[in-house]
């Protein structure tokens, strides 16, 4: 019984039965007590009379505890709730009330959907909560920052072969340059970064990806890590010998500048080339040069403040020299080098054990030892190594003799032996 006696109220409806109750005890007028609630007097004195009829219950709704008459009836739930379990386990709520709104005809939103699985305790496939990111405001001049990656994609969309765009964006202003690559690599960086540098100067940081053309993927040797070095990649070498901070971000969403720039052109940019019939990359990169400025004409911002960071080419620089595959080889006795499958002779009688190799942008190789550039010729006749005997010839697994029937062997094994046989005892009487 006492459980059936107990009212539960939420703190609004106790904060009205304290004023129903002083004003029902003369307390307080009915004015004022519906001033405190918030309500007319008349709505005071229909409350007031139901309290002193049905006691503190009478303040509560009356719809409390009472089905809705909108409610989904209970056997519709049912199903739904087994068809989720044998149908669409491992579905959303928002994929599966759509696929039991198509397939089964029963219309029903996901949120409710969401809340009878939480009610029935029913694991349902949920989203990876995203981690929270704050907003990156703007660098506040041009040059200053310049964001940079290489977007694969069917950029001809069929009329000619598949190519990356090397894209930059000023992360200032949104002002973009471009330029279509076979694939993405560093060659292909250096050739970009060097049209860029032409176009507008050396900015003063570029902001990249993890990509192992940017950044290398070797560890840290023993020497490395005493004489304080890091592992660089070729063009992480060639951009700080160029002046270049280089910076590394964690995320594809850090640079989202230059990822959205992509996204753009991925629509707005194929469509133009269609329109005129681009097929090629030299027609790309010619194509680009007109449409980019039109771009950020249209899309551009402007810097939060005047001035430009980038440094213009400073005179007598070597591009050549910077923007090249540098490596290093060991040079022999016969003064021959080793590299990427082909030996050159080398020319010059100089006294050194490692020489540099420089391959360039436009195909050549150039050798060095130290400042002094090393004067060589390829061997295009290599001697042919003789093949090793092969082992299994020589100790090759001979097959087992069977010996004639004549054999001593044979003789020796098949004679009969003779068997001594034991006498009985013999007993005397």
Not at 244 to 266: M, Y
Not at 355 to 383: F, N, Q, S
Request: proline residues 5%; hydrophobic residues 35%; contains cysteine.
């Amino acid at each position: 019984m006492a459980e059936k006696d107990r009212v539960t109220m939420s703190q609004k409806e106790l904060r009205r039965l304290h004023f129903v109750r002083n004003a029902l005890g003369k307390v307080i007028t009915q004015a004022e007590a519906a001033e405190g609630m918030g309500i007319s007097e008349r709505q005071v004195r229909r409350i007031a009379k139901r309290v002193r009829e049905e006691g503190d219950r009478g303040l509560i709704h009356r719809s409390r505890g009472r089905a809705s008459n909108r409610a989904i009836p209970v056997q519709v739930k049912t199903r739904v709730l087994d068809l989720y379990q044998r149908k669409y386990p491992d579905f959303g709520p928002t994929l599966a009330s759509e696929k039991l709104s198509e397939i089964d005809k029963i219309k029903l939103s996901d949120e409710t959907l969401r809340l009878w699985l939480i009610e029935s305790k029913i694991a349902y496939r949920r989203r990876k909560r995203r981690p929270h990111r704050e907003r990156r405001e703007r660098r506040a001049r041009l040059g200053e920052l310049v964001q940079t990656d290489g977007s694969h994609h069917d950029w001809f969309e069929g009329r000619g072969p598949k190519c990356v765009l090397m894209g930059y964006i000023d992360d200032a202003t949104g002002r973009p340059w471009g330029r279509f690559e076979p694939y993405e690599g560093t060659l292909p960086a250096m050739r970009s970064l060097r049209g860029y540098i032409e176009r507008y100067g050396i900015p003063a940081s570029l902001y990249l990806d993890k990509h192992m053309t940017y950044r290398s993927p070797k560890q840290q040797t023993i020497e490395d890590e005493l004489a304080g070095r890091r592992a660089k990649s070729q063009f992480q070498r060639a951009a700080e010998e160029l002046g270049i901070h280089v910076i590394h971000a964690g995320s594809p969403q850090a640079k989202g500048r230059i990822e959205r720039l992509f996204r753009t052109f991925q629509d707005r940019l194929i469509k133009e080339m269609r329109l005129a019939n681009v097929c090629t990359i030299g027609e790309g990169n010619r194509f680009l040069r007109h449409y980019l400025p039109h771009y950020y004409r249209r899309f551009g911002v402007i810097a939060a403040e005047s001035g430009d960071l980038h440094r213009p080419k400073p005179e007598g620089l070597d591009f050549d020299r910077i923007l090249c595959v540098r490596s290093e080889r060991v040079l022999r006795n016969d003064f021959t080098v080793m590299h990427g499958g082909k030996i050159y002779q080398v020319l010059d009688n100089i006294r050194a054990r490692k020489v540099t190799v420089e391959e360039r942008m436009d195909g050549t190789v150039v050798l060095r030892h130290g400042e002094l550039k090393v004067r060589w010729k390829p061997v295009l006749i290599r001697p042919r190594q003789t093949k090793p005997k092969l082992w299994n010839r020589v100790l090759s697994v001979r097959r087992a003799r069977v010996p004639a029937r004549n054999h001593p062997w044979r003789r020796l094994a098949f004679t009969p032996r003779a068997v001594k046989v034991k006498r009985p005892l013999t007993t005397t009487t």
